[in-house]
């Protein structure tokens, strides 16, 4: 299932915000620092093994989302360090940085790291930040998105502006 | 999805600046939340000085989206969603039945309504007499009829969306906006009611069902309860902006520590700040704080001649605490439900209200529209990713479908608000002490409910899966009844206009002045009880 700019900008149509979305449909901005690409690299390198295998046009996605995340800083800073670590544990235990491993690879290393079975948290082990930054990060963001509900037959997921249509809706429909 | 700031970086900056008293102030209003803001927004537009003091923060609107992540992710408890603070919000329980204070209120600006579901019913007229209509109970000593106008004026007020309610009380007109339609779960009811003679009715939403006083139209984010980023539920900033644009001064993070007094007049509200203590003095005093700070700030403020606490002279002060009690079922069909598009209900059923007496409770009937779990919700509290995760949100999204109700439970000496003297908050002032019991009647009544959703489930076909009977049954988060209304002084702590039996220049707008509570979530009689105090504030300055 297609992941598209209805699933990028949803949140800023509901609420008339003026958040801007540099890049949308696109690989996100144009000037990045060597840091910001890294967190971007990685965060897409993660959502292709946290994101089901019919889910398509996650770069894009991902860093359309990212745009509107890393303008905060604490935030920002949390999802740096948890992405150095995840970079650190693949360079050691892999002998490349993260998104140049395989997608097999990539979902061991986040099972080793221990991400699957952390409880998400900011301030917490290697383990839990991963889980709170990168791995719930991506998983919120595509589950609170329309492409993300209709997934699981929910057009409307919780966290997205999608009106007061579908509720009044039958499955058929 | 994009434009989602992140929650850790909320920065809370929105407050006042100035936190010094006002000169020459009228009223001074305790409590910044739907009570104290209609009655400063009220009072101000008449043309008095108005000042009101709210010991929460004031939260920064833009910040909402934000606050919705906290919501959404399992990280954040309920609590954090409105940064409570433990030491701030600091509570012991000492009854029976244990109370989550912290997860039934929200402090700052707008007050619960932050994080309220939003709906919003009158009383019935059995509720204004229980004892002489049901046996039990005491009666009010005012009538529906009092109350009606002013129940009019708050459904404008609050702007609410409802229809025709066929077991309501008598009203002229429709409500200001039309009722939401009913979801598609809703139909999937219908036909069992209709087949075993229940009858269902939409809900008054106080949240916009096409646009209203400026606020926008329900956009559907799902998440009412606890938050609602786009602006259309009402809350009580509403009003306290109102408030301000008619020359109201709202100080935030301004902890009322005590009411200092005379014998028959409050003179100041002596109050703690980031900045250091002040004191502000004023004509006529409105404590809008609920039904615990409320009488917690009036058993803070004792004195020789008051020595039980202020306004106590009848010693009812923080006695008859009561809440609703929640009964419900739900399970699974065999079929899709479409729960969770949006976080409001659409359908109820008050057919058994008025079937009350001394043996049951009144009590209503609920048709959820967001039963099991929200798939986002799930995908962050999993072992799993990938294929793996969503094979098991198909599965476990979908199918689910539930009721719940509301009980009435009747006031009893012995649930009741003290001080606990052994613990202490932020300000080193002794915390409130929660005494929560439940009578029989009540329990008796969520079995009652419970048989009555059974049934309806069961002509479904539902596979029930849970209940929430009376050994399971938690509170709605209404608290009621800790200042009495009596006529007699003897008996409660104010008057019929809500004004203090003790002190002549101290109004209570809050559910704390009800004496029973009925079964109907208690905002709109809070919105209607406090209009009318405005009046009497009005009419006696």
């Known amino acids: ?173 | 999805m994009s434009g989602r700031p992140p929650a850790e970086d909320i920065e809370n900056s929105a407050g006042a600046t100035d936190r010094t008293p006002v000169d020459d102030a009228d009223v001074c209003i305790v409590g910044a939340g739907p009570a104290g803001g209609l009655v400063a927004d009220r009072l101000a537009d008449a043309g008095y000085e108005v000042v009101v003091l709210e010991a929460g923060p004031r939260f920064d609107p833009t910040d909402r989206l934000a606050r919705q992540e906290k919501a959404i992710r399992p990280t954040y408890d309920r609590p954090a969603v409105w940064d409570s603070d433990p030491e701030r919000d600091a509570h012991s329980n000492s009854g029976e039945w244990f109370y989550p204070l912290n997860h039934a209120r929200a402090r700052g600006v707008g007050g619960s309504t932050l994080h309220w579901q939003g709906m919003v019913m009158r009383l019935h007229e059995g509720d204004f007499n229980s004892n002489s209509e049901r046996g039990v109970g005491v009666d009010w000593p005012i009538d529906y009829s009092d109350l009606r106008p002013y129940y009019a004026t708050a459904e404008q007020e609050l702007g609410v969306a409802g229809g025709e309610m066929p077991f309501g009380p008598p009203r002229e007109e429709p409500h200001p906006m039309p009722a939401f339609p009913p979801s598609y779960s809703d139909s999937i009811f219908a036909d069992a009611c209709d087949e075993l003679e229940i009858a269902m009715h939409p809900v008054p939403n106080a949240r916009n069902s096409e646009s209203y006083d400026g606020r926008s139209q329900c956009v559907g984010y799902g998440t009412c309860q606890p938050v609602c980023p786009s602006g259309a539920k009402y809350d009580g900033t509403v009003h306290i902006e109102s408030a301000e644009e008619q020359g109201a001064t709202v100080i935030d993070r301004a902890a009322v520590q005590r009411l200092d007094h005379d014998a028959d007049r409050i003179t100041a509200a002596t109050y703690a700040t980031p900045d250091g203590e002040h004191r502000q003095e004023a004509d006529a005093f409105v404590i809008a704080a609920g039904g615990v700070e409320t009488p917690r700030l009036l058993l803070l403020s004792d004195s020789d001649h008051y020595p039980d606490g202020l306004a106590n002279s009848s010693g009812t002060v923080g006695r008859f605490f009561m809440d609703h009690l929640f009964a419900g079922m739900g399970g699974t069909l065999d079929e899709p439900t479409r729960q969770n598009h949006v976080g409001f209900l659409t359908s109820e059923s008050h057919q058994f209200y008025d079937d009350a007496d001394d043996e049951f409770a009144p009590f209503k009937l609920e048709f959820f529209n967001y039963a099991g779990p929200s798939p986002v919700g799930m995908a962050l509290t999993g072992d799993d990713w990938g294929d793996d995760l969503l094979g098991r949100l198909r599965d476990d999204y979908g199918t689910h479908i539930a009721m719940g109700g509301l009980v009435e439970q009747l006031p009893r000496e012995d649930s009741y608000i003290g001080l606990d003297e052994s613990t202490t908050d932020n300000h080193g002032t002794p915390v409130p002490e929660i005494h929560w019991n439940v009578g029989d009647r009540a329990l008796r009544t969520i079995e009652r409910a419970n048989e009555i959703q059974r049934s309806i489930l069961a002509e479904l076909g539902v596979d029930i899966e849970w209940t929430a009977g009376p050994d399971s049954t938690g509170p709605a988060y209404h608290h009621m009844g800790t200042t009495k209304m009596s006529d007699d002084p003897t008996e409660g702590v104010v008057d019929a206009d809500c004004r203090t039996h003790d002190l002549d220049n101290c109004w209570i707008a809050s559910s704390s002045v009800f004496p029973t509570g009925g079964a109907m979530n208690p905002t709109l009689t809070i919105a209607a009880l406090a209009l009318r105090v405005a009046d009497a504030v009005d009419a006696a300055l």
């Open chain 1, 1 to 173: 299932m297609q992941l598209t700019r209805r699933d990028a900008v949803s949140a800023l149509t509901a609420l008339g915000a003026s958040v801007a979305v540099a890049g949308c449909g696109d690989t996100g901005s144009t000037q990045q620092s060597d840091a910001d690409t890294e967190i971007r690299e990685t965060m897409v390198a993660a959502a292709e093994v946290v994101y089901p295998d019919e889910v398509t046009g996650i770069e894009a996605f991902v860093t359309t989302f990212l745009d509107s995340r890393l303008t905060g800083e604490s935030h920002a800073a949390g999802v740096g360090d948890a992405v150095a670590a995840v970079n650190d544990r693949a360079e050691s235990w892999y002998d490349d940085r993260f998104p140049a491993l395989s997608a097999a690879d990539r979902d061991s290393l986040l099972r080793e790291v221990g991400a699957d079975t952390a409880e998400p948290r900011r301030e917490g082990s290697t383990a839990e930040e991963v889980r709170y930054y990168v791995v719930n990060e991506l998983l919120l963001a595509l589950y609170s998105s329309p492409t993300g509900g209709e997934l699981v037959g929910l057009e409307n997921p919780q966290g997205h502006a999608g009106g007061i249509d579908s509720y009044q809706r039958g499955p058929q429909a």
